[in-house]
C-alpha cells in the first residue's frame, strides 16, 4: 500500500508542504509588484490629466539652485553631497548628482505631491497585505496538517485498532484485529507484524493457562480425594496406636498437598471466576488455620494467643487471603523455638499481625526483612505474589527478640 518508509512518507510532505507555500508565497509578490506598478503609473498618469493642458515633466533636473522649488533653494545652499533625499513635509524626491558646470552638481527633483498615497490609503493597504498574508497562514496551516495527517495517518489507524482491544479481558481472536498486512512493508507494517504476533502469542497462552488449570484442578484433586477416601476406610477399622499416628501423617500430608494443589492454581489463574470481591470475615479463617496447623506445635511448648482487637471484613478472593494466612501461621509455627515466648496473631481492622517472640527482652526495634524462600519458608515469597494479585501489602519485619509478619489490605 505504501512504497516508501514513514519517515521518507513525513519527509516528502514537508517538502510538498514547503513548495506549495513557496509557490504561493511568490505569486502574492509578483502580484503586489504588478499592482504597485500599475497603481504607481495610474495616479502619474491621473496627476498629469489633472493638469492638463499644462503638463509638467516629473521628475525634472536643475543645474542652478534659483530655479529648484523654493522649499529646496535653502537646503541646496549647504552643498549636500550626491545621493538620494526625502522631503517628508514637502513631498520632494531629490537626487543630487555631478554636473559639469559651475556648481559641480545638478538637483534631480520628484515631486510626488498628489501621487503618493494618503494615510488612510495606506492603512486599507497594510489592511490589505495583512489579510493576505493571514490568509496564507491559514492556508499553510490546513495544507501542513492535511499532508501530515496524511503521511501519518497508518500509525493513527495502527493507534486507534490497538487501544480498541481490552487489554484486561484478552480473547483468543483479539489479534487478528490489527491486520498487519494492510500496513505494508515500512515502519508501520513491521510494528503492527510484530504487536500481532505478540497478542498471538499472549492469546495461546492464555489459552493453555485455562486448559491447564481447569485439566489440572480435576486431574490433581482426583487422587488427593482417593487418598483421603482410603483414609476415611482406614479409619473405621482398629488400628494400634502407632497405625493412628502414620494415619494422621498421611492425613496432613494431603491436607498439606490439597492446599499446596490450590495455591499454585490460584496464582496460576489469570481470572477467578468473580470472586475478587466477595467479602468475608477474616477471624474464621484465621482460627481455622491455627487448628490446621497447630500440630507444628507438638513437643515445643509455644503458646498461641489470638489478640481480638477487631473483627475485620476483607473484599477480595476468600481462597487466595485462606492460602496467603495459612502460609503465614504455618511458616510462625515451624520456625518457633521450644520454650520460646508466645505467637501473639494480632487482629485489627486493616491488618493481620503474627508474631513469633525468639527471646524474653521485648525492647528491641523492628527491622524491616525481605520475604525471601531461603530460611523463612517458600510460603513466604507466594504470600508476596498473592499479595500482589489482589491488591493487600505483605511486610515480614524482625529483630534479635521478634519476628513479625503483618498483612495489610
Request: charged share 20%; hydrophobic share 45%; with cysteine.
Amino acid at each position: 500500500m505504501y512504497r516508501h518508509s514513514l519517515r521518507k512518507r513525513v519527509a516528502i510532505a514537508f517538502a510538498i508542504c514547503m513548495a506549495v507555500l513557496s509557490v504561493a508565497w511568490g505569486f502574492a509578490f509578483f502580484a503586489a509588484i504588478k499592482l504597485t506598478e500599475d497603481r504607481v503609473m495610474t495616479v502619474q498618469l491621473q496627476h498629469a490629466a489633472d493638469s492638463y493642458p499644462t503638463i509638467e515633466t516629473n521628475p525634472r533636473g536643475y543645474d542652478q539652485i534659483d530655479r529648484l522649488p523654493q522649499a529646496l533653494q535653502a537646503w541646496a545652499r549647504t552643498n549636500p553631497a550626491e545621493g538620494i533625499y526625502e522631503f517628508t513635509a514637502d513631498e520632494f524626491h531629490v537626487a543630487v548628482i555631478p554636473a559639469e558646470n559651475e556648481l559641480g552638481r545638478a538637483f534631480v527633483v520628484f515631486d510626488v505631491a498628489g501621487i503618493e498615497a494618503e494615510s488612510s490609503e495606506d492603512w486599507w493597504w497594510l489592511l490589505g497585505i495583512a489579510g493576505v498574508i493571514g490568509t496564507l497562514g491559514l492556508l499553510g496551516f490546513w495544507l501542513g496538517m492535511m499532508v501530515m495527517r496524511r503521511a501519518v495517518s497508518p500509525v493513527a489507524e495502527l493507534a486507534h485498532v490497538v487501544a480498541s482491544i481490552d487489554m484486561e479481558y484478552l480473547s483468543a481472536g483479539d489479534h487478528k484485529r490489527i491486520q498487519s498486512s494492510r500496513f505494508g512493508d515500512d515502519e508501520v507494517g513491521m510494528l503492527a507484524s510484530t504487536i500481532e504476533k505478540t497478542l498471538e502469542r499472549i492469546s495461546a497462552f492464555i489459552v493453555r493457562e485455562r486448559y491447564f488449570t481447569s485439566s489440572a484442578s480435576h486431574e490433581l484433586r482426583t487422587p488427593i480425594t482417593v487418598i483421603t477416601g482410603a483414609l476415611e476406610l482406614l479409619e473405621q477399622s482398629d488400628l494400634s496406636a502407632a497405625d493412628e499416628k502414620v494415619i494422621a501423617r498421611i492425613r496432613r500430608a494431603t491436607h498439606e498437598m490439597k492446599t499446596t494443589i490450590d495455591m499454585f492454581l490460584c496464582l496460576a489463574r489469570e481470572t477467578d471466576d468473580g470472586l475478587f470481591n466477595e467479602q468475608f470475615a477474616v477471624m474464621p479463617i484465621v482460627k481455622k488455620a491455627v487448628e490446621q496447623q497447630r500440630y507444628l506445635l507438638n513437643g515445643k511448648s509455644v503458646e498461641v494467643v489470638i489478640d481480638e482487637g477487631a473483627t475485620p471484613t476483607v473484599n477480595g478472593h476468600p481462597p487466595a487471603f485462606s492460602i496467603a494466612v495459612n502460609n503465614l501461621v504455618r511458616n510462625a509455627f515451624e520456625h518457633a523455638l521450644a520454650g520460646q515466648g508466645p505467637i501473639t496473631i494480632q487482629l485489627n481492622e486493616r491488618e493481620l499481625l503474627i508474631t513469633n517472640q525468639v527471646s524474653s527482652d521485648m525492647d528491641g526495634h523492628f527491622a524491616p526483612l525481605e520475604a525471601s524462600p531461603h530460611g523463612y519458608g517458600l510460603g513466604l515469597g507466594i504470600v508476596e505474589r498473592l499479595c500482589e494479585r489482589n491488591d493487600w501489602s505483605f511486610v515480614l519485619n524482625a529483630d534479635e527478640t521478634r519476628v513479625a509478619a503483618r498483612l495489610s489490605w
